[in-house]
C-alpha cells in the first residue's frame, strides 16, 4: 500500500494539473464504445447505484420496478455508478455473488440490455481484475465494467471516471484493505487518468456530455462533498461544458444545480440499502431534490431535450427535471 500524507497527494494532483502533466508519461486513450440511437435519434437509459446485496434490502423490489420502466421507456441500456458488489467485492471470477446478486435480480426483459459500470469503494475492497474480468461478460453478456470508458454515440458522450482512487482516506484507513493493483502510484493514475479525461471532454463534439463516478462531488447525503473531486475533477468538468455527473455513494436520490455552470449533480445511489434520515448541508445551495429511500433515476435524450425522472421502491414518480438545448440550423 501506498504510503504518503493527504497534503503531499493533493498538492501533488494541484501541482500536475496547473503544468499541464508535462512531466508524466503519457497515458493511453480512454477506451470507447459506440452506442448507436433509436432511428428517431433519441437515446433512453436507466441509473443505479450501490445495490449488490444479493436481493436484500429491498434491491429485489427496486429492479422489479426498473424492469417495468425499462418496458414503458424502451430503454437502450443501464448504467451503474458502482458498489455493484456488497460488502467487498467480488472475491474472483467464479464469486456466486455476481449471478445471485446481478444476473438473478434484473432477470426483467426489459432490463437484458447493455449495463455500463463503474467500480464503487466497496468494489475495490475485493478482487477489483475479477470485477473487470471479461470471464463474466460470459456468464453475463450484459456485464460491462472497466475503472475508466467513454460510451460514445451520436447524440451524447458518457465519461465513466474511476473516482475511488482519488479518495485520500482509502490509503490511509486500517479498517479496510483495498485492492490497488493497477492503480499504484496512485498520484500518476490520477493525474493520467484526469489528463485523458480532459482531452476526450475537451474534443468530444457530442450534443450531450455525461460524466458519470462513483463518489459525489455535491451531495447532501451522508457523505457529502468529496472534496478530492471538487478540487481535481469539477474545474474539468466546468471548463469543458458538461451537461450532467452522475453518481451513487451516497445510497439516495438527488438532484443539485451547480451554483458557477450549467452541470446538474444527479445522485442514484438507492439501489438497495438506504439511510434514512442522514442528511447534511451542501457547501451552498442549490438543492433541487433529496430522497433518502431506495429507488432509481431514467433519462432520455433528444437532441433538444434531457428529461430526467427519479422513481421510489414502488415506480412512484418522486422528482422530474428537463434541461433544453437549442437546435441550432446548417443553414
Partial sequence: MASFSAKSMTMFFLFTIIFGFGFLHASAQLQRFTHTPKTDGSLNFLVIGDWGRRGKYNQSEVAFQMGVVGEKLDIDFVVSTGDNFYDDGLTGEHDPNFEESFSKIYAAKSLQKQWYSVLGNHDYRGDVEAQLSPFLRQIDSRWLCLRSFIVDSELVEIFFVDTTPFVEEYFTVPEHHYDWNGVNPPQTYIANLLKD???????????????????????????????????????????????????????????????????????????????????????????????????????????????????????????????????????
Fill in 197 to 331: 479525461v480532459e482531452m476526450a471532454l475537451r474534443e468530444s463534439t457530442a450534443k450531450w456530455k455525461i460524466v458519470v463516478g462513483h463518489h459525489a462531488i455535491r451531495s447532501a447525503g451522508h457523505h457529502g462533498d468529496t472534496k478530492e473531486l471538487v478540487n481535481l475533477l469539477l474545474p474539468i468538468l466546468q471548463a469543458n461544458h458538461v451537461d450532467f455527473y452522475m453518481n451513487g455513494h451516497d445510497h439516495c436520490l438527488e438532484h443539485i444545480s451547480d451554483l458557477s455552470s450549467p452541470i446538474q449533480f444527479l445522485v442514484s445511489g438507492a439501489g438497495s440499502k438506504a439511510w434514512r434520515g442522514d442528511v447534511r448541508e451542501t457547501t451552498g445551495n442549490g438543492v433541487n431534490f433529496f430522497y433518502d429511500g431506495q429507488g432509481f433515476m431514467s433519462v432520455q435524450l433528444t437532441r433538444t431535450d434531457a428529461n430526467i425522472v427519479f422513481y421510489d421502491v414502488s415506480g412512484q414518480v418522486l422528482h422530474k427535471t428537463t434541461s433544453s438545448k437549442q437546435l441550432h440550423s446548417s443553414i
